[in-house]
Structures are given as structure tokens and as C-alpha cells.
């Protein structure tokens, strides 16, 4: 019975999983459990036939397992997913929608990544964890010394006068709260260092991946910005579009229609929320430079005499994601004339 199988869904787990497979005619031939030293050897029995997973944690690993063995293998948004879930909550029904979902014409897939672009983007993530780290033990810095009445300006420059002055002050503060202070200081180092070298690792890959170099020659698009939508959108032209890539990343207008009457609302915000926060951040730099010399950004300048700052710069992030996807897409290097 296993021979005639040509769709599977399967709902993933830590242990035990779910899967549902069905014939060429649309009937259910298996409906079962397996531990996850069962899922191989239970791939390996069938034939090559299309396999859906929904996009979540170990999705990559098991997809890469499964294509190594013959299967296509095809990741879905969860949210996608979810509308062919029929009634309750259970694996099964889970298993079963996701082999229903799979074989839908107008579904939208997530691509597989390598190991190398997986482990790439670990690195962003982990950079993106000692950032936020590094943030809240500023703030606390910042909130201990005002408690004594030094305070400094924002912004870098304003951590390192802060840590002069610690370092100058600490006769006049209280034994326990130098230990304290000087914890974070230690601290706030040592995440410096470790994001650091991070970033070198992350520049490093950037210079070897031409998709990442081309990427990069988009105004308000570094190499931390180029690397990450290198190694995150492996295949460009699964987006049919520059405007369907910038709504997966949440930087087109939500619409709302209904009697004829069409009206939009801000940004969707779906989608990788660090790429797009990445693409933001990028904006606000060019922004800032156009309204220093609107002659090296005469689009940005024009926007902004019509928009407010913040309406511009997500704009401009908007347009800068059109810009990547033809530049991977295409696999060619910016050209300010043909943006």
C-alpha cells in the first residue's frame, strides 16, 4: 500500500510525529505516528513523492533529510497551513491539512536552506541576542548612575562617559553598589567583544558570497543587511515579484475593501521582522543623508517634502526590497540609473 503514495503531510514534533499520506486518487493509505528514529527508515520505503512540513522549528533539518532520499520536499507558513485544519486541535488533523495544504495551486512555500546559510543567519540571531542584551544592561547602567546623579548623553558616546565616570567616581558610590556597577560594566565588555567577533564572521561570509556582495551595493544596505537577506531568501524568484517579496517581509499597506470601497492602512508587518527591521534601520541612514544633500538622493528628498519622516523611510525600505529581489533575482549588481 505504501508503494502508491504520492502526497504526505507531516506534523513535526520533539519525539513523535504525525504523518498522513494519501494516493493519486485522494485515499488516506497511512495514517499513523512515528518516533523520530522511525522517520528515515519509514521515507525510505516509500517512493519519491511530494512531502509538506509547515515552516517551524527543525523544519530545514528534516526537509534536507528527506530531499537527500529522493522526496519533494515543500515548507509552508504555518498560517497558511491552518484554514484546512477542519475541526479540533490533534496531530492527526494537523497532518492531514498540511497534506491537503501542500497540494494547493496558490500556495505560497518557504525555500530550503543549506547548512551554510542556516548556520549564517544563527549567527544574526545570536548577534541580534547580545544586542538586546547589551541594551538592557545600558539602561540599567544608565538607571543605577541616576539614582546618584550622574548622568551622560545617548547614543555609544554617552556608555563611554558613563564608564569614565564610574571609573572616577567610584570612591563617592557606596561599596555594594560599585560591585554592582562594576559587574555590568564587565559585563557590557565582554558582549562588545562577543558581538565583535561575530560581525567579523558575519563580514567575512559576506565578501565570500557574490549574491551577498551584489546586495550590498543598494544604498542603505550593509553587510550585516546583505548577508542576512542572502542567506534568508536563497532563491529569489520564488516571489514572483519585488512587491510580493516586500509584502513577505511586511512593508506593503494592509488592504481593506468591501463594497466596492478599497482603502489601505499601514504596513502588514507579517513576515521576517529582522530583515525588515534591518531594511528600516538602512532607510533611516539614507534618509538622514537626503536631507543633508538632496542631490545624492533626489527620490528620497522628493518623498519627504510629501510625507512625513517615518511614512518615508518605510517607504524607502519598501523600495529598497523591490531593489534587492531584482538584484538577486536578476543576479546583478545595482544601478542607480535603472532604479
Known sequence: MQQNVVTVGVDLAKNVFQVHAIGADGK???????????????????????????????????????????????????????????????????????????????????????????????????????????????????????????????????????????????????????????TIGSQLRALASAVDRLEAQILAWHRSDAASTRLATIPGVGPITASAIAAAVPDATMFRSGRQFAAWLGLTPRPHSSGGKEKQGGISKQGDGYLRRLLVVGATAVMRMARKDAARQPWPAQLLTRKPVKVATVALANKTARVAWAVMARTEVYAAAAA
Open 28 to 182: 488516506v493509505l497511512v495514517r499513523r505516528q512515528l518516533r523520530r528514529a522511525e522517520v528515515v527508515k519509514f521515507f525510505l520505503a516509500l517512493p519519491p513523492c511530494l512531502v509538506g512540513m509547515e515552516a517551524c522549528a527543525s523544519a530545514q533539518h528534516w526537509a534536507r533529510e528527506l530531499m537527500a532520499l529522493g522526496h519533494d520536499v515543500r515548507l509552508m507558513p504555518p498560517a497558511y497551513v491552518k484554514p484546512y485544519v477542519k475541526r479540533g486541535k490533534t496531530d492527526a488533523a494537523d497532518a492531514e491539512a498540511i497534506c491537503e495544504a501542500v497540494t494547493r495551486p496558490t500556495m505560497r512555500f518557504v525555500a530550503v536552506k543549506t547548512p551554510e546559510q542556516q548556520a549564517v543567519l544563527m549567527l544574526h540571531k545570536t548577534r541580534g541576542l547580545l544586542v538586546r542584551q547589551r541594551t538592557g544592561l545600558i539602561n540599567a547602567l544608565r538607571a543605577h548612575l541616576a539614582e546618584y546623579g550622574i548622568i551622560s548623553g545617548k547614543g555609544p558616546g554617552g556608555v563611554t562617559v558613563l564608564m569614565k565616570v564610574l571609573h572616577e567616581a567610584q570612591e563617592r558610590l557606596p561599596a555594594h553598589a560599585r560591585a554592582a556597577l562594576h
